[in-house]
């Protein structure tokens, strides 16, 4: 005769399965263990899963790379400063001396002291002046502040210092009067040589300041004549 278990813990082993008392094996687990398998099954589901989704979110909130700019245009290299223009260098001053006729005169008469002639007789430096007679050289003088009428009823004016070369003529003619006629009797004019007038020139006093009538053609003296003055 089998004695009956006296509480829950007292179960047998080995039992038939017929007997009341058997021990079934699956009977060993309590009856919430495989609900707590499922749990926990579902738990590391969950786990898995969410590791997933936060591996894909963080993959994708990994910044994308900037996209790549259109590349500047390279800054172009500063434009060396332009060389400083050189300053014009001032013209120079006129001279006072000689000045070449051809940019001063045109052919044609012109007046005034000789106050050098070349050794050669080449060239002649004439200070040119201005002769005026009668009405015009009244009016000049009483412009000037001068005695009116005038003596002799003529006016040499002189206003510009400034001396000129003027080439000479091989052919150049030229007449003379007193004083530069030794002698002279009258003032009628008298023909002499390029070398005579040398001559006569030398032996005048400069401040004699004698005047001359001079003719030009072709950029050249081509007559001198001197102008008598009482």
């Known amino acids: 005769m089998t004695t009956p278990p006296t509480g829950p813990d007292d179960v047998r082993d080995g039992g038939d399965e017929g007997d009341p008392f058997y021990d079934d094996p699956a009977g060993d687990q309590p009856p919430h263990r495989g609900r707590t398998v ?11 899963a969410a590791f997933g989704i936060t591996t894909l979110l963080v993959g994708d909130s990994d910044p994308e790379p900037a ?4 590349s500047s245009p390279p ?28 940019d001063l005169v045109e052919d044609g008469p012109d007046f005034g002291f000789i106050a050098t002639l070349s050794e050669d007789g080449q060239v002649l430096q004439l200070d040119r002046a201005t002769f005026l007679t009668g009405d015009e050289a009244n009016a000049e003088a009483e412009r000037r502040g ?22 000479i003529s091989p052919d150049v003619r030229v007449t003379l009067t007193i004083p530069l006629v030794p002698d002279a ?4 004019p008298v023909e002499v040589s390029l070398t005579e007038l040398q ?29 008598y003055v009482p």
């Not at 014009?88 to 001396?97: A, F, I, Y």
């Not at 009797?185 to 009628?188: F, M, N, Q, R």
């Not at 020139?201 to 001197?226: K, S, T």
């Open 75 to 102: 800054a172009s290299a500063p434009s060396p400063d332009p060389s400083p223009e050189p300053s014009p260098e001032p013209s120079p001053e006129p001279s006072p001396s000689a000045t070449p006729v051809a």
């Open 146 to 167: 001068l005695e009116v009428p005038v003596p002799s009823d003529y006016l040499i004016t002189n206003d510009n210092p400034q001396l000129r070369d003027y080439p």
């Open 185 to 188: 009797v009258t003032a009628d």
């Open 199 to 227: 001559e006569r020139l030398a032996e005048v006093d400069p401040a004699a300041r004698i005047p001359f009538d001079l003719v030009l053609e072709d950029g050249e003296v081509i007559q001198i004549d001197q102008v």
């Open 67 to 70: 996209a790549t700019s259109a």
């Open 38 to 48: 499922a749990l926990i099954a579902g738990l590391v589901l969950a786990a898995l």
